[in-house]
């Protein structure tokens, strides 16, 4: 149980293009998920909140108008980097929140955004 | 910021048991401790969770020191597959919700 799907896997795209990225959650319903984004070698940083129905919550520094966050369903949250340009090419991860019991995220299995 | 601080590497021998320390020392007392690790290219893996009672599952065992400001996660037979970086989190209030922050990690490479 609680598994998190992401698609695409791998997208490679020129610069100045949006590329979508689409977070699933499998087998529960999340009203809450996050994204986050990793360099090589560093650690995963969190960039939003994602809630159902509402506004997503940009950590400081996260530019909300180039990174939309969009969660129309209690299974589905998309990303889309608007666009884009080499320096935002990264790991972009997702997480689900499962409620049951301890409030535990699960996290997808990453999406890898390469920006020519 | 992240509230909690790991060594950042450590090695194991293959089919020793790995301990993997975290220091929590301003966890509050309705807080979990969290763990999950990252195999390299993957998002994070979830193993275990606990607030102040030991717990074990099938794949670590956890123990957290009585006064909640330390965590030892527990791989009993650690194996080559095993080598990735770990992961221990306290939640931080967001807006709405509490999210994670991550820190920097513990490194562990098991060795043949």
């Known amino acids: 149980g609680a598994v998190v799907s992401q698609h695409p896997s791998r997208v490679i795209c020129k610069s100045g293009t949006s590329v979508k990225i689409e977070c699933r959650s499998l087998?529960?319903?999340?009203?809450?998920m996050f994204w986050y984004r990793q360099f090589p070698k560093q650690s995963l940083m969190l960039m939003a909140t994602?809630?159902?129905?509402?506004?997503?919550?940009?950590e400081q520094g996260v530019e909300k108008d180039k990174f939309l966050i969009n969660h129309a369903s209690l299974t589905l949250s998309t990303l889309t980097v608007t666009s884009a340009h080499p320096e935002d090419s990264s790991f972009y991860i997702c997480?689900?929140?499962?409620?049951?019991?301890?409030?535990?995220?699960?996290f997808g299995p990453g999406t890898r955004l390469t920006v020519l | 910021d992240a509230k909690t601080t790991q060594p950042p590497s450590m090695d194991c021998a293959e089919g020793r048991a790995a301990n993997l320390p975290c220091n929590h020392s301003?966890?509050?007392?309705?807080?979990?401790v969290y763990w999950y690790r990252q195999i390299h290219s993957q998002g994070p893996q979830y193993i275990i969770h606990?607030?102040?009672n030991n717990e074990t599952n099938e794949m670590a065992s956890l123990i957290i020191t009585e006064d909640r400001k330390s965590s030892t996660l527990i791989l009993p037979h650690a194996t080559l597959r095993d080598t990735a970086v770990y992961y221990c989190?306290?939640?931080?209030?967001?807006?709405?919700?509490?999210?994670?922050?991550f820190g920097t990690g513990t490194r562990l490479k098991v060795l043949a």
């Open positions: 994602s809630n159902e129905g509402s506004k997503a919550t940009y």
């Open positions: 087998d529960f319903q999340a009203t809450t």
């Open positions: 989190i306290v939640r931080v209030a967001g807006s709405g919700t509490y999210k994670y922050i």
């Open positions: 301003t966890i509050s007392g309705n807080e979990y």
């Open positions: 997480s689900a929140l499962h409620r049951e019991g301890t409030d535990t995220q699960y």
């Open positions: 606990g607030l102040k």
